[in-house]
């Protein structure tokens, strides 16, 4: 196992370049062998992915600055070496000599993959169509770069007197940059949110909720229209009539088409829902048909606070982090059928971080895993699950990942979480299962190495567990008493969890429409337009003049013709879990199934034969629906 613990500098340089050595010998060799098979093409990838494992994954976590800073690099070095590959026309023609007649299905689908990696290159295309290609990427590119330092540059500030912050509590002001006797509202997070969530003063909301959903509107809806242009120019170039076919051809959705269907599906049923839930959410007065976006976050808050009315402070006094995860562990192994056991963290980059190692129980060692999960300065600010190690058949070693995570530490504060910290914890130990127990020979497919719109189910299914009260009562200890929580908070935290369901999922499907609109036949129709047109779905009356297209990271930042995604994962992760609501939420016989045919075929087999495997029939939204109370 590699030893993160004694790292330099000098080591990651050396390691970086004898690898990229290896890697351009082992393509040389490729090149002259007669007989070339897959397991070369695996042989590259594997010793590339775990080269980024080793060196790229520091720049997220490394203590020192140094360190990070040089892990960044190498990753933007090694994501171009891994294109020049790619792009390689002796290689490709190589790669073009391998017979598929005779390859079973894994095999198969490893060289489909590979081959529209090396086509997305330019192979097959004319000169001049391929010159075209290299300009276009080149420009997305730096059109993507400015898109995001354009939002980051926003520095739009609005300024309120105390009373026009109505609602927002002491210490949400206290945290507030004053000039003079005024508040400055920033277009920062915590800020925005105090006030979408808290303050009563209808026209403070309405001035916040603008300013933010109009950042970037200057420079940046010249940069999109020009990236949806190119992107569809370049799905033209490949013989793709959008860039949503384009995007979508190894997905589990396969074409925008089925997107689509599973939009009509939801958005009549949801739209009901809300008349509904507009009536029972309604304050202040309100008038029903004059409800703005500016007041559903505020209705929903004010909703919550009156149906569950549990202090937050008094709620984490019940979720110890090592208390929590001790028992998301017990959990885990019960109903997979699993045991995960403790390791020395001698290799680990930090001394806070820990090294687990995943069994199947009574049986071979599938695993390892680190939890990395208290913030540190420099250290990625997000919750996610990295994939360090492959593994994989064909290699000796174990898969590894790690879980990066910025929870409260114990270490050097209290260590309590809040429930939405334990949602997480669950939704991240999702991938780590995925990661741990997906089995391939190839390291393409390993793990959570499958199609892109169904990786996030494997993690949204675990957070089900977190609501169930089997399982609530069983994570929650009090600090100091050590009771576990009471029926009455257990069912008033689960009467809380759906309020606004459908307003909230409306907004959501209103941004993955703009997105499939902007990426589809209609790319050309105006920002303003694709932008209204998406926004009428919410059954809410949306400003006219305000466009939040340009200041949706997600469009230029990896989710084009994307964005469908996470709507599409949950419903496949509900429908999933409807199998354990119908047979027992602890059941180990559908868990070691679900273990079985969802999370060992890692990549292996296409997520929607998987899916039908596992519940015997194919995947629908009822679940989805049943879940957020919204079946009837
Ligand atoms: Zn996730």
Redesign the pocket.
Known sequence: MFNYSDITLEILQKDLESTIKDCKTLVKNIKSFENIVLSNFDELESTIHDLSGRIAFMGDVHPDEKIRDFGNEADSKIQNFVLELFKDKELYEKFSEIQTLSLDDESKSFHKDLEIDFKDTGHGLSDEKKARLTEIEKKLIDLSISFSENIAKDKTEVLFSENELKGLSASELKNLKKIEDRFVITMAYPEINAVMENCSIRATREIVWKAFNNRAVEENSPILKEAVQLRNEKANLFGYETWAHYRLQNRMAKSPENVTLMYESLISKLQKAAEIEKKELVIDNIDIDDISPWDIRYFISAQRSKVSAIENSELKKFFFIHDVKTEMFKVCEEVFDLEIKPESNKTAWHKDVELWSLWEKDGQQLAYFYLDLYPREGKFTHA??FDISSGGSNRQDLPICSMVANFPSPNTGDGLMTFDEVETLF??F??VLHNGIGKSKYTRFVGANCEWDF??AP??IMEHWVWKVECMKRISKHIESGDTLSDEICEKLNKSKNIGVSLLTLRQVSFGLADQHLHGKNFKDSLLEIEHAAQEVTTISYPKDINHLAAFGHLLGGYDAAYYGYIWAEIIGDDLFSRFENEGVLSKLVGVDYKNKILMPGGTIPAETMVQNFLGRKWNDSAFLTQKNLSK
């Open positions: 996610a699950v939704h991240e999702g991938h990786v996030e993690s949204q």
